[in-house]
């Protein structure tokens, strides 16, 4: 069944190794091939099932309540001659910092797609995160048992919406119910499925032609983007199986194509090729470019070699009845059971105790680590997700994931006054294992202030803080996250900090220029120095800075973050002796908080995409109650029976928008939401 593939790097010790997230839109069947992999891998002895409760990977007693993957769960499994290491992330968008943090520690993945919606929303947004991190991928559509299902229409919304070229390299036997098999266009033989057995054979007459049609295509489509593969093309007038694969695994590491598959992973008709796809086509760790970190304030890399200083990247931690469990990828180097680390960002020293090869809440104990692996440890008390733990005769920090910036806050409280101090301690751990989350105490009201990603992800963790702590726990009603930002600057904002009360004083004076950044800047802060002839010292310039990043965290409008807003020093003074960091700090607080009293400021609320599939007779009450909302269409599609509307509301009028969808279409209707940024919000 594998097509015998140059794998360039199969004499070094990790080329047997692969790192593969599974990625997707809610209820596009993740958890459900990560089962049927793990099944056919021989690493379970029976089919777990979303709808019963049975799965690995959904082990959490909400994710099993819910049917619905809420943390990313990591499982081992072994493939003709390879060591997969699989992670199988959530598709709610709730908690797409669960796929980020996943992402960064992973050589490569498979989209999964709905063979009747095709690119859903939450799959193009994971899809743009591994974009981010430059993960290769190949796609499998699934449900292709399922009415209306149709793999062109799919790939189709793939080079549509995702703006990649999809390499189809299977043809599916039979349609929707009668789909029974696929044939490989690479190698020309069919596989089919009959009762769980699985038979390799030749392809069936009455679809040689359509087969042979659609390895013409990907001929073509391959000999457009390799160049191997168009000098034998033309020299041929067609491409080896051997130059084939060979061609589709380089335009897969490079990202300039994507292969795709089909299949049902409910009807366990597809797993088998999706295996030989990912031991075929998704790199190992030896293939992907060397990490690279800072140390001494230089850039280095470190390979993947397990010779090499250990180098490894703290992506997730999770405390369970037993102890508290550090989630590491392992770079470059060897980790063995005893050994002393450094957390490199901090300058502590842990110590690793156990290894844990992870099997979702399954452990079993290794003797050691080397770069490429993705392990537990047990030891570390205080490295967090993000955390690099390296030798400490080599120290090096590698890029953090970068945590997304909470929109929704909730108020949380004990409901009995003995548990305030319990609370507090069940919020910190909560905290430290989900970095998307935030707790604050409002300074007017006194409140403790919970903010996540969404309304699912705060009710999970305030959930979660009930069951794993047995607290009683009140909960207020949700409140959006607004932000503020500049419209029209101020320029020759002149601000002077003088203080004398004894002893050495303070002074520093500064000018600053304050204007809104460009619609099409990805910063937030835009800060510079045009100070000239030495009137204000670089380490005062630095200390200015971050004096007015001080100040953007509380705006003058209602006390939200300021964003959107470059910030220009200059001219200014200094004192010979009463001049100090400090005190020009303290002139960069204050003076850009004057000087943003005196621009023209707008409050930002966020807003999100909505896509709601509703029948087409609930289509005016779906679409008023939408205007009702200030949402704004921005499009809709009709599918046999049912339309899809998709438009930008406020989050703000989002709550409570499940309950009220269902009641007007009779629990027909479904939606998803994707954060889409920030908009002016209207005037009060």
Same mark, same amino acid.
């Given at each position: 069944?594998?097509?015998?593939?140059?794998?360039?790097?199969?004499?070094?010790?990790?080329?047997?190794?692969?790192?593969?997230?599974?990625?997707?839109?809610?209820d596009a069947g993740k958890t459900t091939v990560t089962e049927r992999i793990l099944y056919l891998t021989g690493?379970?002895?029976?089919?777990g099932e979303v709808h019963d409760g049975t799965t690995v990977t959904d082990f959490d007693p909400q994710e099993?309540?819910?049917?619905?993957?809420?943390? !990313?769960?990591?499982?081992? #499994?072994?493939?003709?001659?390879?060591?997969?290491?699989?992670?199988?992330?959530?598709?709610?968008?709730?908690?797409?910092?669960?796929?980020?943090?996943?992402?960064?520690?992973?050589?490569?993945?498979?989209?999964?797609?709905?063979?009747?919606?095709?690119?859903?929303?939450?799959?193009?947004?994971?899809?743009? =995160?591994?974009?981010?991190?430059?993960?290769?991928?190949?796609?499998?559509?699934?449900?292709?048992?399922?009415?209306?299902?149709?793999?062109?229409?799919?790939?189709?919304?793939?080079?549509?919406?995702?703006?990649?070229?999809?390499?189809?390299?299977?043809?599916?036997?039979?349609?929707?119910?009668?789909?029974?098999?696929?044939?490989?266009?690479?190698?020309?033989?069919?596989?089919?499925? /009959?009762?769980?057995?699985?038979?390799? #054979?030749?392809?069936?007459?009455?679809?040689?032609?359509?087969?042979?049609?659609?390895?013409?295509?990907?001929?073509?489509?391959?000999?457009?983007?390799?160049?191997?593969?168009?000098?034998?093309?033309?020299?041929?007038?067609?491409?080896?199986?051997e130059t084939l694969a060979a061609a589709l695994r380089d335009l897969t590491h490079s990202g300039t194509g994507?292969?795709?598959?089909?299949?049902?992973?409910?009807?366990?008709?597809?797993?088998?090729?999706?295996?030989?796809?990912?031991?075929?086509?998704?790199?190992?760790?030896?293939?992907?470019?060397?990490?690279?970190?800072?140390? /001494?304030?230089?850039?280095?890399?470190?390979?993947?070699?397990?010779?090499?200083?250990?180098?490894?990247?703290?992506?997730?931690?999770?405390?369970?009845?037993?102890?508290?469990?550090?989630?590491?990828?392992?770079?470059?180097?060897?980790?063995?059971?005893?050994?002393?680390?450094?957390?490199?960002?901090?300058?502590?020293?842990?110590?690793?105790?156990?290894?844990?090869?992870?099997?979702?809440?399954?452990?079993?104990?290794?003797?050691?680590?080397?770069?490429?692996?993705? &392990?537990?440890?047990?030891?570390? $008390?205080?490295?967090?997700?993000?955390?690099?733990? #390296?030798?400490?005769? !080599?120290?090096?920090?590698?890029?953090?994931?970068?945590?997304?910036?909470?929109?929704?806050?909730?108020?949380?409280?004990?409901?009995?006054?003995?548990?305030? @101090?319990?609370?507090?301690?069940?919020?910190?751990?909560?905290?430290?294992? @989900?970095?998307?989350?935030?707790?604050?105490?409002?300074?007017?009201?006194?409140?403790?202030?919970?903010?996540?990603?969404?309304?699912?992800?705060?009710?999970?963790?305030?959930? $979660?803080?009930?069951?794993?702590?047995?607290?009683?726990?009140?909960?207020?009603?949700?409140?959006?996250?607004?932000?503020?930002? &500049?419209?029209?600057? &101020?320029?020759?904002?002149?601000?002077?900090?003088? *203080?004398?009360?004894?002893?050495?004083?303070?002074?520093?004076?500064?000018?600053?220029?304050?204007?809104?950044?460009?619609?099409?800047?990805?910063?937030?802060?835009?800060?510079?120095?045009?100070?000239?002839?030495?009137?204000?010292?670089?380490?005062?310039?630095?200390?200015?800075?971050?004096?007015?990043?001080?100040?953007?965290?509380?705006?003058?409008?209602?006390?939200?973050?300021?964003?959107?807003?470059?910030?220009?020093?200059?001219?200014?003074?200094?004192?010979? *002796?009463?001049?100090?960091?400090?005190?020009?700090?303290?002139?960069?607080?204050?003076?850009?908080?004057?000087?943003?009293?005196?621009?023209?400021?707008?409050?930002?609320?966020?807003?999100?995409?909505?896509?709601?599939?509703?029948?087409?007779?609930?289509?005016?009450?779906?679409?008023?109650?939408?205007?009702?909302?200030?949402?704004?269409?921005?499009?809709?599609?009709?599918?046999?029976?049912?339309?899809?509307?998709?438009?930008?509301?406020?989050?703000?009028?989002?709550?409570?928008?499940?309950?009220?969808?269902?009641?007007?279409? =009779?629990?027909?209707?479904?939606?998803?939401?994707?954060?889409?940024?920030?908009?002016?919000?209207?005037?009060?």
């Open positions: 069944m594998r097509t015998n593939l140059d794998l360039r790097q199969q004499n070094h010790p990790l080329s047997g190794l692969r790192n593969v997230g599974i990625l997707a839109h809610v690493t379970t002895h029976k089919r099993r309540d819910r049917g619905i993957t809420i943390f !990313a769960a990591a499982v081992s #499994c072994d493939w003709d001659g390879h060591s997969i290491n699989l992670i199988d992330t959530p598709g709610h968008v709730d908690f797409s910092d669960e796929v980020e943090r996943s992402l960064r520690v992973l050589d490569g993945a498979v989209a999964l797609f709905d063979a009747v919606a095709g690119v859903e929303p939450q799959s193009e947004s994971v899809w743009r =995160q591994a974009d981010r991190h430059g993960v290769p991928r190949i796609a499998f559509v699934n449900k292709m048992d399922r009415a209306g299902a149709d793999l062109d229409a799919a790939v189709d919304s793939i080079r549509e919406r995702l703006h990649v070229t999809p390499l189809v390299v299977q043809m599916p036997i039979g349609a929707e119910a009668e789909f029974s098999g696929v044939i490989d266009l690479i190698t020309m033989r069919a596989y089919v499925w /009959n009762d769980g057995d699985f038979v390799e #054979c030749q392809v069936p007459d009455a679809l040689v032609e359509q087969a042979k049609r659609r390895r013409r295509l990907l001929e073509e489509a391959v000999a457009e983007l390799h160049p191997v593969a168009l000098d034998e093309f033309y020299a041929r007038s067609t491409v080896s199986a994507v292969v795709v598959l089909c299949g049902s992973a409910y009807r366990n008709r597809g797993i088998e090729p999706l295996l030989d796809a990912v031991v075929a086509y998704l790199p190992s760790p030896a293939e992907v470019p060397a990490v690279t970190g800072t140390a /001494n304030g230089a850039l280095q890399e470190r390979v993947a070699d397990p010779a090499a200083p250990f180098a490894a990247l703290v992506f997730k931690v999770n405390s369970t009845a037993t102890g508290r469990l550090t989630y590491l990828r392992v770079y470059s180097g060897t980790i063995r059971k005893g050994e002393t680390v450094v957390d490199a960002g901090a300058g502590r020293t842990e110590r690793i105790s156990r290894i844990l090869r992870v099997q979702a809440d399954q452990h079993a104990e290794v003797p050691q680590a080397v770069a490429g692996d993705i &392990v537990a440890v047990v030891g570390p $008390k205080s490295a967090r997700s993000g955390a690099t733990l #390296c030798a400490p005769s !080599a120290p090096l920090v590698l890029e953090p994931p970068v945590a997304t910036d909470p929109v929704v806050s909730v108020a949380v409280e004990a409901r009995k006054s003995s548990d305030t @101090d319990r609370l507090a301690s069940a919020l910190t751990r909560l905290v430290e294992e @989900d970095p998307s989350l935030t707790v604050r105490t409002d300074s007017e009201t006194g409140q403790t202030l919970l903010s996540g990603m969404g309304e699912l992800h705060l009710e999970v963790a305030v959930e $979660k803080v009930r069951r794993a702590h047995g607290l009683e726990v009140g909960v207020g009603r949700p409140q959006v996250t607004y932000r503020e930002t &500049v419209v029209r600057g &101020v320029s020759g904002q002149v601000y002077r900090h003088v *203080k004398q009360d004894g002893g050495a004083g303070q002074f520093a004076q500064i000018t600053l220029d304050v204007e809104p950044l460009d619609d099409d800047s990805t910063e937030d802060f835009v800060f510079r120095s045009v100070v000239v002839g030495g009137r204000v010292p670089q380490e005062y310039v630095r200390a200015v800075e971050a004096g007015c990043r001080d100040a953007l965290l509380e705006g003058p409008l209602g006390g939200h973050r300021v964003t959107g807003v470059r910030v220009t020093l200059t001219d200014g003074a200094t004192h010979s *002796k009463d001049s100090s960091e400090l005190a020009f700090r303290t002139a960069g607080r204050l003076g850009l908080r004057a000087a943003l009293r005196a621009s023209a400021m707008v409050l930002l609320e966020p807003v999100a995409e909505v896509t709601a599939t509703v029948p087409e007779d609930a289509m005016g009450g779906v679409l008023g109650d939408l205007a009702a909302r200030r949402g704004q269409i921005s499009g809709s599609t009709a599918r046999p029976g049912t339309m899809v509307i998709v438009a930008t509301v406020p989050l703000a009028e989002l709550f409570g928008y499940a309950t009220q969808l269902r009641s007007r279409t =009779q629990g027909r209707g479904t939606f998803t939401t994707r954060p889409t940024g920030y908009v002016p919000a209207p005037a009060r």
